[in-house]
């Protein structure tokens, strides 16, 4: 495999890379606060309809999978909304796919501290839809075009993976209001590894589908374990 180590980021990239580090802040945020903002908005006006955990549960995600397709509907080749090059890459997918799965169910089980279990499928039917619309498809695509070399001419890995890892971990810290504080940092390394093992399959692929299929099973995982 050549790896083109002459499209390492020049300096106008570099000052570039830094307003779109802003920009995935803002769209981190806002990920996170427009969805909240909205429900806030829905339980106000139909307050009268009641609002249990599972109705709100349900509707949040839901509002937070439409806030993903707002972001990547425009641009759907570039937001990895496709089947991609899968035939070519099929082992090297299963592997990186496969490897946050059988760590999970290996790991979990054998954890003290368990928020997942028993929640609401959400966590697993569609949160994780929301999440990688977000991140592996809109940030993805964005930090792809603007930085499309790779780490290191030995690492085959392009620069928009760990980023998209690092801002996809970012994403859990919001989990300090109701979790541990030592899980949370436990999540943040994870999740960090397992974005950036999907960012592989985008990268390999083009497509979000088969980080997404494996963010699922994982969350899955974490859900039926009692």
């Not at 779109?20 to 903002?37: D, E, K, N, Q, R």
């Not at 707002?70 to 089947?83: A, D, E, M, N, Q």
């Given at each position: 495999?050549?790896?083109?180590?002459?499209?390492?980021?020049?300096?106008?990239?570099?000052?570039?890379?830094?307003?779109?580090?802003?920009?995935?802040?803002?769209?981190?945020?806002?990920?996170?606060?427009?969805?909240?903002?909205?429900?806030?908005?829905?339980?106000?006006?139909?307050?009268?309809?009641?609002?249990?955990?599972?109705?709100?549960?349900?509707?949040?995600?839901?509002?937070?999978?439409?806030?993903?397709?707002?972001?990547?509907?425009?641009?759907?080749?570039?937001?990895?909304?496709?089947?991609?090059?899968?035939?070519?890459?099929?082992?090297?997918?299963?592997?990186?796919?496969?490897?946050?799965?059988?760590?999970?169910?290996?790991?979990?089980?054998?954890?003290?501290?368990?928020?997942?279990?028993?929640?609401?499928?959400?966590?697993?039917?569609?949160?994780?839809?929301?999440?990688?619309?977000?991140?592996?498809?809109?940030?993805?695509?964005?930090?792809?075009q603007l930085l499309p070399g790779y780490?290191?001419?030995?690492?085959?890995?392009?620069?928009?993976?760990?980023?998209?890892?690092?801002?996809?971990?970012?994403?859990?810290?919001?989990?300090?209001?109701?979790?541990?504080?030592?899980?949370?940092?436990?999540?943040?390394?994870?999740?960090?590894?397992?974005?950036?093992?999907?960012?592989?399959?985008?990268?390999?692929?083009?497509?979000?589908?088969?980080?997404?299929?494996?963010?699922?099973?994982?969350?899955?995982?974490?859900?039926?374990?009692?």
């Amino acid at each position: 495999m050549t790896i083109d180590t002459k499209r390492q980021p020049s300096q106008p990239q570099r000052e570039r890379l830094l307003e779109w580090i802003f920009l995935g802040c803002a769209v981190t945020v806002a990920s996170i606060a427009v969805p909240y903002w909205i429900m806030q908005v829905i339980s106000r006006r139909y307050a009268s309809m009641g609002c249990g955990v599972a109705w709100y549960s349900w509707r949040y995600h839901s509002v937070a999978v439409g806030f993903g397709l707002l972001l990547t509907i425009g641009s759907p080749v570039r937001s990895g909304l496709r089947i991609g090059a899968i035939r070519a890459n099929w082992r090297k997918v299963l592997i990186v796919c496969g490897i946050p799965i059988a760590l999970t169910a290996a790991v979990y089980p054998l954890l003290s501290y368990r928020p997942f279990a028993g929640y609401e499928q959400t966590m697993w039917l569609i949160s994780p839809l929301a999440q990688d619309l977000v991140f592996l498809g809109f940030l993805y695509g964005r930090f792809e075009q603007l930085l499309p070399g790779y780490i290191h001419r030995r690492v085959p890995m392009r620069w928009c993976v760990p980023l998209t890892g690092l801002f996809f971990a970012a994403w859990h810290l919001q989990n300090l209001e109701w979790m541990s504080t030592g899980f949370v940092v436990f999540q943040v390394c994870y999740t960090f590894l397992g974005g950036m093992l999907a960012g592989l399959s985008r990268q390999w692929t083009g497509s979000i589908l088969y980080g997404l299929a494996s963010h699922m099973a994982v969350n899955y995982i974490a859900w039926a374990v009692n």
